[in-house]
């Protein structure tokens, strides 16, 4: 058992009903999540350094016509409201602590995973851990290779830009959103305002820095030989210059049932440059699933 599973305690988590905000105790580490709806689990994964706040943006509209689900929006460990540990010292210790909280929240229960950036490639951590228990995989924009100088990128092309709008905005968001956002739109502005520079600046970077220094799962080499049989997305962007696309490409064999999308005037943030594609695409995927049973 690793370090992060020994020290697990068995107390349960606490609920402020308000806000539909849920503190879940794992030992040292307080796992800050939201849970909206009600039905078949779905396990919500965001990138690094962000929180669950753009995943939420980015799904929540799916299910407004959709009933029968549980959105499940954790903030990984040094991000968002869930602190940093010291117990938790690599990407295999914080992938423990995902699933202890899984455990804790759903004991026994199957569900499904949804993982954007970072989020995806936790997402084949659990899968490689607890395959037989999950129902269906969505990959957005999916950290394929962790080592980004192994990273197989393509070059940043801007198809959309505002100049007058990019004139106006705080030199600060300037300079993040320039190098690697594909439409530099109004749109994509307020999403970075609203949901991504808070969450950069509440992360606890140095915490992060510290999981980074053992940058895969000690279990890499045999990640790849895992073949899960249920239905799957993955969507990729066609100039995304953070994970790229073409790597991703290399998990079809392991996913036979899956959807892959390569979307064009998509990058890095390809749930807000190409909102409607991806709701339409992530929708479908959902029918899968329930189809699946």
Same mark, same amino acid.
């Given at each position: 058992?690793?370090?992060?599973?020994?020290?697990?305690?068995?107390?349960?988590?606490?609920? $402020?009903?308000?806000?539909?905000?849920?503190?879940?105790?794992?030992?040292?580490?307080?796992?800050?999540?939201?849970?909206?709806?009600?039905?078949?689990?779905?396990?919500?994964?965001?990138?690094?350094?962000? %929180?669950?706040?753009?995943?939420?943006?980015?799904?929540?509209?799916?299910?407004?016509?959709? =009933?029968?689900?549980?959105?499940?929006?954790?903030? #990984?460990?040094?991000?968002?409201?869930?602190?940093?540990?010291?117990?938790?010292?690599?990407?295999?210790?914080? #992938?423990?602590?995902?699933?202890?909280?899984?455990?804790?929240?759903? =004991?026994?229960?199957?569900?499904?995973?949804?993982?954007?950036?970072?989020?995806?490639? #936790?997402?084949?951590?659990?899968?490689?851990?607890?395959?037989?228990?999950?129902?269906?995989?969505?990959?957005?924009?999916?950290?394929?290779?962790?080592? &980004?100088?192994?990273?197989?990128?393509?070059?940043?092309?801007?198809?959309?830009? /505002?100049?007058?709008?990019?004139?106006?905005?705080?030199? $600060?968001?300037?300079?993040?959103?320039?190098?690697?956002?594909?439409?530099?739109?109004?749109?994509?502005? !307020?999403?970075?305002?609203?949901?991504?520079?808070?969450?950069?600046?509440?992360? %606890?970077?140095?915490?992060?820095?510290?999981?980074?220094?053992? &940058?895969?799962?000690?279990? !890499?080499?045999?990640?790849?030989?895992?073949?899960?049989?249920?239905?799957?997305?993955?969507?990729?962007?066609?100039? %995304?210059?953070?994970?790229?696309?073409?790597? $991703?490409?290399?998990?079809?064999?392991?996913?036979?049932?899956?959807?892959?999308?390569?979307?064009?005037?998509?990058?890095?943030?390809?749930?807000?440059?190409? &909102?409607?594609?991806?709701?339409?695409?992530?929708?479908?995927?959902? /029918?899968?699933?329930? &189809?699946?049973?």
């Amino acid at each position: 058992m690793s370090r992060v599973g020994c020290i697990i305690e068995q107390q349960c988590c606490s609920f $402020a009903q308000r806000r539909r905000a849920v503190e879940c105790k794992l030992g040292s580490t307080t796992v800050y999540y939201e849970s909206v709806g009600e039905g078949r689990p779905l396990i919500m994964l965001h990138g690094m350094p962000t %929180d669950h706040r753009s995943m939420k943006a980015d799904m929540e509209p799916v299910f407004e016509q959709r =009933p029968g689900w549980q959105r499940i929006y954790p903030d #990984l460990p040094g991000m968002g409201k869930t602190p940093g540990s010291s117990a938790i010292t690599s990407e295999d210790h914080l #992938l423990d602590v995902v699933i202890q909280f899984v455990d804790r929240l759903i =004991p026994g229960l199957r569900y499904s995973v949804a993982g954007l950036s970072y989020g995806g490639y #936790l997402a084949r951590g659990l899968v490689y851990r607890q395959g037989a228990r999950i129902d269906g995989v969505l990959m957005t924009v999916p950290a394929v290779i962790m080592d &980004e100088a192994r990273r197989d990128l393509p070059t940043l092309i801007v198809i959309e830009r /505002d100049e007058e709008l990019m004139a106006e905005i705080e030199p $600060a968001l300037r300079q993040a959103m320039e190098p690697m956002v594909v439409a530099q739109s109004r749109r994509v502005v !307020e999403g970075w305002q609203r949901d991504i520079l808070p969450a950069i600046s509440m992360a %606890d970077h140095e915490f992060l820095k510290q999981i980074r220094q053992i &940058e895969q799962f000690s279990f !890499e080499a045999d990640l790849g030989h895992v073949v899960f049989e249920r239905p799957t997305l993955i969507l990729t962007g066609r100039q %995304d210059n953070v994970c790229g696309y073409r790597q $991703a490409w290399d998990l079809l064999d392991q996913f036979p049932r899956a959807t892959f999308a390569v979307l064009d005037r998509a990058g890095h943030f390809l749930t807000i440059e190409q &909102e409607g594609l991806f709701r339409a695409l992530v929708s479908e995927w959902l /029918d899968r699933v329930e &189809e699946a049973g």
